[in-house]
């Protein structure tokens, strides 16, 4: 007799923050492929997108009954922490024998709070998934526990214990393209949450990404996948452009890599292959391009292949702080390229943080001067947030012996941020100003005609400006409402 297949559910949190970036959760779509290639029709696997529920209790809890799944794997980001105390004994309750496992970020780089955060979880997938997720799947498949694979980190007498990483996957071209058919109807183009490009141009669009891991130290940053650039072939990544394009009818790409253009010959290659084979499609880099290694002829070729948004993370003004968060942006290459790239046409967004450790107000002011005399389209100013386990939270400490990691837990869009807490300056009025001479009527009428879709932007910049005049106190209040609605349903269905 045939078993029958093991249930897998994979569940995308929805979040508190005010201003939320949805996009498809390529990690997800990847692990289903991963699994599908190596245990074919052995497992069934779905997923459920809280971030795309209206109710999300009522949705996930239906989800649950229906599918009555085996293992769930939940995804966070350090700004999805609060997600376990108030979501996963509801996920308990509805789906009790499921085996509940945790991945991503946070449950990677801050696995000990993570555990510890609810009962209901029962271990944690560490960095890379591909290997250690089909691992855990197989021995629960058989009958085994997950205690000595690789990766995995779980709790015993309420000690934290991590076994040994997985070693990263070196040929990327091994990996199946990513599973679309685990997203059923694709709703993540639909004009009703904002992308992390901020803008689209075609109707339907995607993430992908060409390589993993990014070999520059940056001190705020976590690395999910390693100080070693692991690249795919130009070959492998354009098929799947590709197949996106015919069997996904896909017209529009986000380019998600670390840094895509840290081999500018391969990078070359790609936009050539690219444009030989007639692509009509549009790229976009909501992040992944490294600013002062691009050139001018770069600049045009990437025009050439397609891409009409470029985001260029310059951080800050200060050389000072780009040595000590080792950064080291050639600032003045930077703008110049920005300048280059606004000539030819391409719609260019700049990102900046505010509130290092130990910086002045000057600094804070020359870096939204720097902003607002760019030729940058957008902008988006973030305060800074020393997360556990970076060489920023340690530089944090040390400045400020009273620090602790626990005054970060709001994440970039806090009502109180880092530097606000270790100084007591309220750098959020700092932010707003910053905003409000940067997005000048000149500037955003000019950026208006440049954008291909209009639509987006009619809708979401009212509502980026109405957050931006609300009264603080009425911030917290606001990103909460969502949460405490799903959370009176939650207590309700769990009495």
């Known amino acids: 007799m045939r078993r029958r297949p093991f249930k897998i559910l994979f569940i995308k949190p929805c979040s508190d923050m005010q201003v939320q970036f949805i996009e498809v959760p390529l990690a997800f779509l990847y692990l289903s492929a991963f699994l599908k290639a190596h245990l074919d029709d052995s497992v069934q696997v779905e997923m459920i997108d809280l971030r795309l529920e209206r109710q999300p209790a009522d949705a996930l809890e239906k989800k649950l009954r229906l599918f009555a799944p085996d293992l769930i794997g939940v995804s966070l980001l350090s700004m999805d922490r609060a997600f376990l105390p108030r979501w996963c004994d509801f996920i308990k309750a509805c789906a009790p024998s499921a085996t509940i496992v945790i991945g991503g970020p946070f449950a990677t780089y801050e696995f000990d709070a993570a555990l510890k955060a609810t009962p209901a979880v029962d271990c944690a997938v560490m960095g890379e998934g591909e290997i250690t997720f089909f691992n855990l799947v197989t021995a629960l498949q058989n009958g085994k526990d997950f205690y000595s694979i690789n990766g995995i980190a779980y709790l015993s007498d309420y000690q934290a214990v991590c076994n040994a990483p997985e070693p990263y996957i070196e040929d990327l071209d091994t990996l199946p393209f990513p599973d679309y058919e685990i997203l059923g109807n694709y709703r993540y183009c639909d004009f009703s949450h904002l992308p992390m490009n901020a803008v689209i141009a075609e109707k339907k669009y995607t993430l992908v990404i060409s390589s993993r891991g990014c070999p520059y130290r940056c001190a ?100 000072e702080i780009q040595q000590a968060i080792h950064k080291n942006l050639n600032i003045d290459r930077v703008m110049d390229n920005i300048a280059f790239s606004s000539n030819i046409g391409i719609i260019n967004k700049g990102t900046f943080m505010l509130g290092f450790p130990d910086e002045s107000l000057q600094s804070i002011k020359a870096t939204m001067d720097l902003a607002r005399k760019s030729k940058l389209d957008m902008a988006a100013f973030f305060a800074v947030m020393p997360f556990r386990n970076t060489e920023l939270a340690t530089m944090a400490k040390q400045m400020y012996p009273f620090f602790k990691d626990d005054d970060v837990l709001g994440g970039y869009w806090d009502s109180k941020s880092f530097y606000q807490r270790v100084t007591g300056y309220n750098l959020k009025r700092l932010q707003k100003l910053a905003y409000l001479k940067f997005y000048l009527p000149f500037r955003i009428f000019k950026t208006f005609l440049k954008l291909p879709s209009k639509r987006m932007v009619l809708i979401f910049w009212p509502m980026f400006a109405f957050y931006l005049l609300l009264p603080e106190s009425l911030h917290k209040r606001f990103s909460r409402r969502h949460h405490d609605d799903a959370e009176s349903r939650i207590y309700s269905k769990t009495q």
């Open 220 to 319: 705020y940053c976590h690395s999910m996948f390693g100080k070693k650039t692991r690249k795919r072939s130009t070959a492998n990544f354009v098929a799947e452009i590709k197949w996106l394009y015919d069997v996904h009818g896909i017209r529009e790409f986000h380019i998600a890599d670390d840094i895509f253009n840290i081999d500018r010959k391969r990078m070359h290659e790609i936009l050539h292959c690219i444009i030989d084979q007639g692509l009509n499609i549009k790229i976009a880099f909501p992040n992944g391009l490294r600013g002062d290694i691009l050139t001018p002829e770069d600049l045009q070729l990437l025009k050439r292949a397609g891409i009409y948004t470029i985001t260029f993370a310059v951080e800050t003004a200060s050389r």
